[in-house]
């Protein structure tokens, strides 16, 4: 087994592990480890912005911004994160914009910028121009840049590796302390150590938990469960954004910028029935708000299509010309796997998995959380991977963009500088041993079970029981589903019982991500008897903050039981409180 | 920018309309059986590659992408492919259906004659590695090689550097490279010699040769000036035929090369 050593090692080559590298990469020895090449990662899809009180339009500040995020969050958000974050905005646009990002700009040069749902003028009085943007690509735009530069700074990459484990040692106090992770590289199928003095998270979302989603198939969750299995609490898993507008039957997203540019929601009546939901901002609320009344009006019959399981997307009534200026990939979308035609037929769209407001908790700093109160030196995370929490119960539009270039940029420079005071801590002779028997067990077993057969069954049920509509029943449905599944996990076969590029093996180990993260999600949204943001209890169609103004963490314990699921236990943080008392959220 | 006010004072959207009774169309999805033959290649098992077929019944909807995976998740999992978002953005899944290049994720399987086999293998001009994957590393060796960043010599501004609409505009097309390589790996001049730059790393230098803020164009034009630079394209049009981002390369190549001459004037 080959063992590497670096003060920085970066897991995910994202918008967020890039932005890290390039900090971390000009201050202390940094490898980027990368399941994906870097321009594969899923920040390349997003599409429609990335917001920054620049004022370049209309007046704007950064302390509104802080309150549309709080707000949007359903107060759920740690207001010191918001502050930091949206003050930092300004500056991480305008070091994309240096670094060379193409932004779209106004007549005068200067960079442009659009409105987007639940991003408003003086605390909600209208809407405000707040995402800069580069067409629909911005995603692309950020993740092509960042490469770029770190092209330029010479970024040490280890391309499609997959980091499967992390190395966790006791120090003197007998607290666990990161020494180094596991790796499997994908052409060889050798297993590589890296010892590093500080660690990044950065691996992005878990969207493929459910069947429709406008994740990528490789957006398992890896980070986050590798947390878990080490003993690190996971937070706020129950919160998931359903995007309100994933092209129908598919899930691929149709940016809410169509919605910005003046798009609107139709139902089989042909009424616009945002203006019954959100009298004031209509098809531009929130997209948890979106999102239920959508999947309402199909309930109630208004759905349109042969199974009336759509609602429809109308920007017929915009100028062609504007649209292939503004949304000419999202339309084009629309036309290569729908065959509908924009311009002049309304397109077919239904909420879809978006985005996990949970993750691996840390602090503004980047620095991840043992448990409620203490950090662990030496361990990052930022990015989707991440709760920092900026996003609450439910994330704005363009806010993660901003987020994985606000805590990217921290996690880079708190990891590069703990790593200049630090020393390497020894890796234990068994330290790989775990992946090792993992690996082993998933490639020579002769079990019958496939992993295609389990994960389809894992994301149907997670679209139909843990969806925007949830009640204790369908959730613990879930949970029995997922229980029964992960007996048949042990049971599992690859076909592939070979070295090179064995991606059959690697799904299997994903699958077993995806399993343990659905049943946290699940357990979490069992426990939050209320209604918030991206979570939605018909049994508890309210917002509770007496009983559920908190976090939930969950950890992975042999001893623990809740809501009798063994084997996870149950805890909760404080939220952070700054300036914004809980109000309620209307539109 | 003047249009977009004016779509939004004159076109405020109507309360409710009458829709047209297909609206939303999508009738019942019919379903086709195809016939599906994969090169498949696996130096551990065989040094020679060989064609695996698949009979499949697949939906009016589904890509080639989705064939593979039905191909990978229930028939035979050996089967390997890289893939990601499965729509068209990341650039993972260029390969060569029906000896054309493009992604898996981005074709449809009913843009294809189905009454005959559908072929699939890897793209051309790489090491192949196994079945579908091949070795991007000399494609990312010559990206990097045309210096594919913004160099700016001047003081770095306080806030952004202007640039107007319309030298925004001018580089527009080459920023939306994906780096999927079906562009180079269908150039007839990269197959005969892997020296060449091809199409893709031509194309990423373009993109900052024209962007109004890069103060470098000069020492790209000198490296494309080289003998495996812009002059080996032969204006074969493959590239630009492959692209999945619809990017006008040959276009591209041939305003590169025609300011190396105006350079050297
Ligand atoms: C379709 C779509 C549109 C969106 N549009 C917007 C928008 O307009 N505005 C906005 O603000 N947000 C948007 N978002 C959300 C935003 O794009 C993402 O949340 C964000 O890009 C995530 O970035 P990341 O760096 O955390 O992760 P990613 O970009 O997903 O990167 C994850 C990285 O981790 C690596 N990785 C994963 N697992 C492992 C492992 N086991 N070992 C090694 N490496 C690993 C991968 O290779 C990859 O490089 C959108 C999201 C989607 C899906
Ligand atoms: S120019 Fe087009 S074909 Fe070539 S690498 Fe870029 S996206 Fe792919
Ligand atoms: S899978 Fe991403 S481009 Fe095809």
């Known amino acids: 087994m080959q063992v590497h050593k670096y003060d920085v090692v970066i897991i995910g080559a994202g918008g967020a592990g890039m932005r890290a590298a390039i900090e971390s990469g000009q201050r202390a020895r940094t490898a980027v480890l990368t399941k994906l090449y870097p321009t594969r990662s899923h920040t390349g899809a997003a599409q429609g912005g990335m917001c920054a009180a620049l004022a370049n339009v209309e007046e704007d500040n950064w302390e509104w911004h802080t309150f549309d995020t709080v707000k949007g969050g359903d107060y759920l958000v740690d207001q010191d994160a918001a502050e930091v974050m949206a003050k930092e905005a300004i500056d991480a646009v305008l070091d994309l914009e240096k670094m060379g990002l ?33 067409a629909d690509r911005t995603g692309h735009m950020i993740l092509q840049t960042l490469y770029q530069n770190c092209v330029k700074h010479n970024v040490e990459f280890f391309n499609e590796y997959y980091v499967l484990d992390l190395i966790m040692v006791e120090d003197e106090d007998g607290k666990k302390r990161p020494a180094g992770v596991v790796s499997y590289d994908l052409a060889t199928g050798d297993v590589h150590v890296f010892q590093a003095k500080s660690i990044v998270f950065a691996s992005g979302g878990c969207g493929k938990i459910f069947k429709t989603t406008s994740n990528a198939h490789t957006l398992t969750g890896d980070g986050m469960a590798i947390a878990l299995r080490n003993g690190i609490p996971l937070e706020d898993m129950e919160f998931v954004q359903f995007h309100p507008t994933g092209l129908a039957g598919l899930g691929i997203l149709v940016s809410e910028a169509a919605r910005g540019e003046g798009g609107i929601l139709r139902n089989s009546e042909g009424e616009r029935f945002m203006e019954r939901y959100a009298p004031t901002i209509k098809d531009l609320a929130p997209r948890d708000i979106v999102a239920r009344s959508m999947a309402n009006e199909v309930r109630e019959g208004r759905g349109c299509g042969p199974n009336k399981d759509y609602v429809l997307l109308d920007l017929t009534h915009l100028e062609p010309a504007h649209i292939d200026a503004k949304l000419p990939d999202i339309t084009e979308f629309a036309r290569t796997y729908l065959g509908v035609e924009p311009y002049t037929e309304p397109v077919p769209v239904f909420p879809t998995a978006h985005y996990a407001m949970g993750g691996i908790p840390t602090n503004i700093e980047a620095e991840v959380y043992a448990n409620s109160e203490e950090t662990i030196p030496g361990l990052y995370a930022a990015g989707e991977v991440a709760c920092v929490s900026v996003h609450g119960s439910n994330r704005l539009g363009t806010n993660s963009l901003l987020d994985i270039n606000v805590f990217g940029k921290r ?48 994301q149907d049920v997670m679209d139909t029981d843990m969806q925007v509509f949830r009640t204790a029943d369908t959730i613990k449905n879930a949970l029995n589903v997922i229980a029964n599944l992960e007996e048949r996990y042990k049971n599992i076969s690859v076909q592939d019982k070979g070295k090179r590029f064995n991606l059959d093996l690697l799904e299997a180990v994903e699958l077993g991500f995806l399993l343990e993260l659905a049943k946290v999600m699940s357990v979490a949204a069992l426990h939050r008897q209320e209604s918030r943001g991206g979570h939605f209890r018909e049994d508890f169609p309210n917002r509770d903050d007496e009983k559920f103004m908190k976090h939930s963490m969950v950890y992975l314990d042999p001893e623990a039981e809740t809501e009798s699921i063994a084997g996870l236990r149950f805890d909760t943080k404080p939220v952070i409180f700054t300036r914004y008392e809980p109000m309620e959220r209307k539109y | 920018m003047a249009s977009q006010k004016a779509t939004e004072e004159l076109n405020e959207p109507a309360s409710k309309v009458e829709l047209k009774s297909e609206a939303g169309g999508a009738d019942a999805i019919p379903t086709y059986d195809i016939t599906l ?168 230098a373009h993109r900052f040769i024209f962007d109004s803020r890069d103060d470098a164009g000069d020492m790209r034009l000198e490296i494309l000036n080289d003998k495996e630079g812009v002059w080996r394209c032969r204006t074969t049009f493959n590239c630009t035929e492959a692209c999945p981002r619809g990017i006008q390369i040959t276009k591209a190549i041939a305003e590169v090369k025609q300011a190396i001459i105006a350079r050297s004037l």
């Not at chain 1, 005068?108 to 943007?133: N, S, W």
């Not at chain 2, 290649?41 to 009979?55: G, L, N, R, V």
């Not at chain 2, 070795?135 to 990097?144: K, N, S, T």
């Open chain 1, 102 to 134: 193409p932004f779209n700009r106004t007549p005068e040069g200067r960079i442009d910028q659009r409105r987007f749902g639940g991003h408003t003028r003086d605390h909600g009085k209208a809407p405000v121009r707040r995402a800069c943007y580069a």
């Open chain 1, 411 to 458: 996690a880079g420079i708190s990891a590069a500088e703990y790593a200049q005071t630090a020393d390497f801590l020894p890796i234990p002779e068994d330290a790989a041993n775990r992946t090792l028997e993992l690996l082993g067990m998933l490639r020579d077993g002769t079990g019958t079970e496939k992993v295609g057969a389990i994960r389809k069954e894992l």
């Open chain 2, 37 to 204: 033959q994969v090169r498949r290649y696996s130096p551990e098992i065989s040094e020679e590659a060989h064609w695996d077929e698949f009979k499949l019944t697949m939906f009016g909807t589904d890509r080639v992408l989705d064939a593979l995976h039905k191909v990978k998740w229930e028939i035979d999992g050996s089967l390997s492919f890289r893939r990601s978002c499965a729509h068209g953005i990341c650039g993972s899944d260029a390969m060569r259906i029906n000896g054309r290049n493009r992604l898996a994720c981005k074709t449809l399987l009913k843009d294809l004659d189905l009454t005959k086999p559908i072929t699939v293998e890897a793209i051309k001009g790489l090491p192949c590695e196994k079945d579908l994957i091949v070795d991007m590393e000399p494609f990312f060796q010559a990206y990097r090689e045309v210096m594919p960043f913004l160099m700016n010599d001047g003081h770095e501004p306080e806030r952004e550097r202007y640039q107007s609409v319309e030298d925004r505009e001018r580089f527009d097309d080459t920023t939306k490279c994906i780096l999927c390589a079906a562009c180079t790996s269908s150039c007839p001049v990269f197959w005969t010699d892997g020296q060449y730059f091809g199409p893709a790393a031509i194309v990423n």
